[in-house]
C-alpha cells in the first residue's frame, strides 16, 4: 500500500497528471485561506452587528460547532479519498453518479458564485484604507456597487492568471499570504486587547434590534447569524488538493480540522476584542463599515490602516484559494465527461501542470455574475447569502449519502486501511448532527428576508425570494441538461483512465 493516494484513484478509474508537490503547510493554507478568517470577519460584521448588535457573537460559537460536525465527517472521507473535487468524488463513493452529478453541480456552482462574493469584500476594506480606490462615486454608499464590481473584476483577474500558471505559483503565494494573515490576526487581537473600554458583557447587548421581529430577538440573531456563517466553510479545499499533496491522507484530514478551529479561536477573539475596544458601542459606524471602523477607531489611522492591508492581503489568497478549489471541482467533473465541453475542461498543461482552461472560464462566469448585479444595492448581503446557501445544499448532498450509508453499515469501509482518520463509534451521532446543522441553516439561509435580499428600494417580490428562485432554477436546470443530455456521454475519458480500467468505464 502506497501513501500517496495514486491508489486511491485507481478505485475511481483515474491516473494521475496533476503534480504532487504541495507539503503539510501548503495543504493547511488552501484550507485556511479559503476561510480566511480575516476576510469574513471583515466583510459581513457589519451585518451582524447592524441586524443583531454586539450580541450577535454568539452565532460564531455556534455555527463552529455546527460546522465542527461537518469537518470530522469530511475529515474521515479525505483520509480514504484525498482526490481533486472532493465533494463530487465522495458522493460517488457514498451514493451513485446521479447525485454526485448533483453535488459537484452545487458545489461548481457555489465556489464560482463565492469568488464574486468574496472579491466583493475588496469594496468593503480598500476605500477604508485610501479614497484613491474609489474609482466610482465618492464612496458615500451610492456607487459602491459599481465601484465593489471593478475592483472585484480586477482581483478576479489576478487570480485566474496565477491559477493558470500552476499549482506551484499558487501555492507559494497562498502560503505567504496566510503566514501574513495568521501573524497579523495574532497581533490584532493583541492590539485590541491594550485598548479595552469595556467588559466582555458588551455580548450580551442587542441594542434594540429585537424591535420588529415577531420573535423577538431570535428573528434579529438567525439573520445576524449569516455573517458568522459566511466564514466557516471551504475547509474541504484541503481534500480537493490531494492529487497535488504529498502524504495527503494523513496531512488532508488534519488540515481540514486545524483550518476550522484556528479560524474560530482567532476569528471569535477579534470580534469579541474589537467590541470591547471600539469607543461607542452604538456607533451607526458599525453597521455600515463593520470592524473596519473599529480598527482606525480603537488603534488611530495610522496604525488601523496597516491592518486593513493585512485584510486586503487576506481577501486576495481567499479568492486565490477559492478560485483553485472550483478549477479542482470542474476538472474533476470534466475528465468524467460530466460537463460540456469535458475533453477542453480536463485538458492539463504540460508546462504547467495545471488545467488551465477552467481557470479562465470560471474566472469570467464569476465576474459576469458581478456584472449582472452591477446597479443593485443589495448587492453585497444577496451575492454572499447565495453562496453560502449552495455551499451548504453541497455538503448536505455529502453528508445526508454518508449517514445512510453508515445505517445500512456500509460506512465506515470494510476494507479500509488501518491507522488513518476515523470516528469510530461517535461516526453515527456526528453524522446525524451534521444533516441536522446543514439543512436547518440551509432554510434559514434561503428564507425570503427583506433584510437580507431587498432591503432597499426597488422593492419586488422577485427580489425577496431571490435565493430561492435562484437556487431552484440552477439546480433543476443543471439536472435537467445532466439527465437529458450529459448523463449519457459520462466516463472517464481515455487520456485520464487508470491503466486497469476496464473499456465500460472510459470514454472513448
Not at 503534480?19 to 478568517?37: E, N, Q
Amino acid at each position: 500500500m502506497t501513501d500517496t493516494g495514486d491508489q486511491e484513484l485507481g478505485e475511481f478509474g483515474y491516473t494521475n497528471q496533476l503534480k504532487r508537490t504541495l507539503g503539510s503547510f501548503h495543504t493547511f493554507a488552501a484550507g485556511i485561506s479559503y476561510i480566511s478568517v480575516l476576510t469574513g470577519v471583515f466583510q459581513l460584521s457589519y451585518l451582524g452587528l447592524s441586524e443583531g448588535g454586539p450580541a450577535y457573537w454568539w452565532s460564531w460559537p455556534a455555527v463552529f460547532l455546527g460546522q465542527l460536525t461537518v469537518a470530522l465527517c469530511f475529515a474521515e472521507l479525505a483520509a480514504q479519498y484525498p482526490v481533486a473535487g472532493s465533494i463530487y468524488n465522495w458522493t460517488k463513493k457514498l451514493s451513485n453518479p446521479h447525485i454526485a452529478w448533483m453535488a459537484g453541480w452545487m458545489m461548481l456552482l457555489a465556489s464560482i458564485v463565492s469568488i464574486s462574493a468574496t472579491a466583493l469584500a475588496y469594496q468593503r476594506t480598500l476605500p477604508q484604507i485610501t479614497q484613491f480606490f474609489q474609482f466610482i462615486g465618492d464612496g458615500t454608499g451610492t456607487s459602491d456597487a459599481a465601484n465593489g464590481v471593478l475592483l472585484a473584476t480586477v482581483l478576479i483577474a489576478f487570480t485566474t492568471l496565477v491559477n493558470a500558471f500552476g499549482v506551484k505559483l499558487m501555492a507559494r503565494i497562498n502560503s505567504a499570504g496566510v503566514f501574513v494573515e495568521l501573524l497579523f490576526a495574532v497581533l490584532l487581537v493583541v492590539f485590541l486587547a491594550f485598548h479595552f473600554v469595556r467588559g466582555p458583557s458588551v455580548v450580551t447587548q442587542t441594542n434594540g434590534t429585537e424591535a420588529g421581529h415577531s420573535s423577538g430577538y431570535l428573528g434579529a440573531f438567525l439573520i445576524a447569524g449569516i455573517a458568522s456563517s459566511y466564514v466557516m466553510y471551504g475547509f474541504d479545499t484541503a481534500a480537493s488538493l490531494g492529487e497535488e499533496s504529498l502524504n495527503p491522507h494523513r496531512n488532508a484530514p488534519k488540515a481540514i480540522l486545524r483550518a476550522l478551529i484556528a479560524s474560530f479561536v482567532l476569528g471569535g477573539l477579534i470580534i469579541l476584542f474589537a467590541l470591547m475596544a471600539v469607543g461607542s458601542i452604538h456607533a451607526p459606524e458599525l453597521g455600515t463599515v463593520g470592524l473596519q471602523y473599529v480598527l482606525t477607531d480603537a488603534l488611530g489611522p495610522a496604525i488601523g490602516r496597516v491592518f486593513l492591508f493585512v485584510v486586503f492581503i487576506a481577501i486576495t489568497v481567499c479568492v486565490l484559494a477559492v478560485h483553485t478549489a472550483a478549477i479542482r471541482i470542474a476538472f474533476a467533473m470534466a475528465r468524467d465527461n460530466a460537463l460540456p465541453g469535458g475533453r477542453k475542461l480536463a485538458r492539463v498543461n504540460k508546462k504547467t501542470g495545471t488545467p488551465v482552461l477552467p481557470a479562465i472560464v470560471i474566472g469570467v462566469l464569476a465576474v459576469a455574475l458581478l456584472v449582472l448585479n452591477i446597479n443593485s444595492t443589495q448587492i453585497f448581503s444577496a451575492v454572499t447569502s447565495l453562496a453560502i446557501i449552495l455551499i451548504y445544499l453541497a455538503y448536505l448532498l455529502v453528508t445526508v449519502p454518508m449517514l445512510i450509508r453508515r445505517l445500512r453499515g456500509g460506512w465506515p469501509r470494510s476494507d479500509a486501511p488501518s491507522g488513518r482518520f476515523s470516528l469510530g463509534r461517535w461516526g453515527l451521532p456526528v453524522n446525524v448532527l451534521a444533516v441536522l446543522w446543514g439543512g436547518a441553516m440551509t432554510i434559514n439561509l434561503a428564507w425570503p428576508r427583506n433584510e437580507i435580499y431587498n432591503a432597499s428600494p426597488p422593492f419586488h417580490w422577485y427580489l425577496k425570494w431571490i435565493s430561492v428562485l435562484f437556487v431552484g432554477v440552477f439546480a433543476a436546470g443543471g439536472f435537467a441538461y445532466y439527465w437529458f443530455v450529459q448523463r449519457h456521454k459520462v466516463g472517464v475519458l481515455a487520456d485520464h483512465a487508470a491503466a486497469l480500467a476496464s473499456d465500460e468505464e472510459v470514454s472513448r
